[in-house]
Each structure stands twice: as structure tokens, then as C-alpha cells.
């Protein structure tokens, strides 16, 4: 299968890395980004972002930016190792201690939450899917786009 493509758009978050511009003189002379910054993320209803942790903010800021709003109906790929480590462990403290599982909580915790937290706020129309295959997680997403390209 021979697939070419081109990227159109692109976005990252770090902190202290707000814009392109940022990230262009990050990648002249790249430095280990620290701190606790946490994307503003105005795009997504105040109700819909305090349910997402700082990680998942991130997401959905780079995804925002990189989406145009008219494009509602493209299939989109999320990749995520492992979902919501912060929920989960405080979960399995929780359970440790006899205390019962939150539906809420567990829904939010799982590796495909981002992407319909994203969905659901955006209304899209379209396909999306949520990968994950461990240390190929990126490379498993690459494939899964590149197959829904192809299509």
C-alpha cells in the first residue's frame, strides 16, 4: 500500500510552549519543558472541562487547534497508552479500601474518554477512533490513520 500525505496542521503543549512559534525555537535548541501549566482549553464548555485532568486538557487543546470547525465529519485517531493514570489510581485506592467505584469516574478513566469528551463537544459527525497498543501506541495510530485514509 502506497499512501502519501501531507500535514496541514499541527499543535503541541508543554509547558512554557504556548505557540507554533514557541515550539520552532524549542526544536532550535530544545530544553526539558517542567512545571504543572494546564491549557486553558475556552473552546469546550465550562460544564465538559472540569471533568478532564491536566493530560487530557492537553489533548484536547492540540486537538482543537489543529481541527478546523467546519470539519465535522473527518475521522479522527486518539492515541493514549493508558487513559487516566491519576483516576485510576485513586480508584484502586478506593477499592483497596472497600469503598465502591464511581461509574463517572471509571468512564473518564478509560483510554478512549478524551476522544469522546472531544466528540461530544465538538458534535462531530464523524468517525473517530481510540488506540491503544502499549509501547506501538503511536505506531498503531499512524496505521489506524493511514488505513482510514486509504478508505
Do not use: K
Not at 472497600?98 to 459527525?125: C, E, K, M, V, W
Amino acid at each position: 500500500m502506497a499512501t502519501s500525505f501531507s500535514v496541514e496542521a499541527w499543535s503541541a503543549f508543554a509547558p512554557g510552549l504556548e505557540s507554533e512559534d514557541a515550539w520552532r525555537e524549542w526544536a532550535r535548541a530544545p530544553w526539558l519543558p517542567a512545571g504543572e501549566a494546564m491549557p486553558a482549553l475556552q473552546e469546550m464548555p465550562a460544564m465538559q472541562r472540569r471533568r478532564v485532568e491536566r493530560l487530557g486538557r492537553a489533548a484536547l487543546q492540540v486537538a482543537w487547534r489543529c481541527q478546523r470547525d467546519d470539519e465535522r465529519d473527518i475521522p479522527l485517531v486518539f492515541a493514549s497508552r493508558h487513559g487516566d493514570l491519576l483516576r485510576t489510581d485513586q480508584m484502586l485506592a478506593e477499592l483497596a479500601v472497600g469503598q465502591p467505584l464511581s461509574p463517572t469516574q471509571f468512564g473518564l478513566s478509560t483510554h478512549n474518554a478524551i476522544a469522546a469528551q472531544y466528540s461530544i463537544a465538538r458534535a462531530l459527525d464523524g468517525n473517530y477512533l481510540a488506540v491503544s497498543a502499549g509501547r506501538a501506541t503511536a505506531e498503531a495510530a499512524v496505521i489506524e490513520a493511514l488505513a482510514l485514509a486509504d478508505d
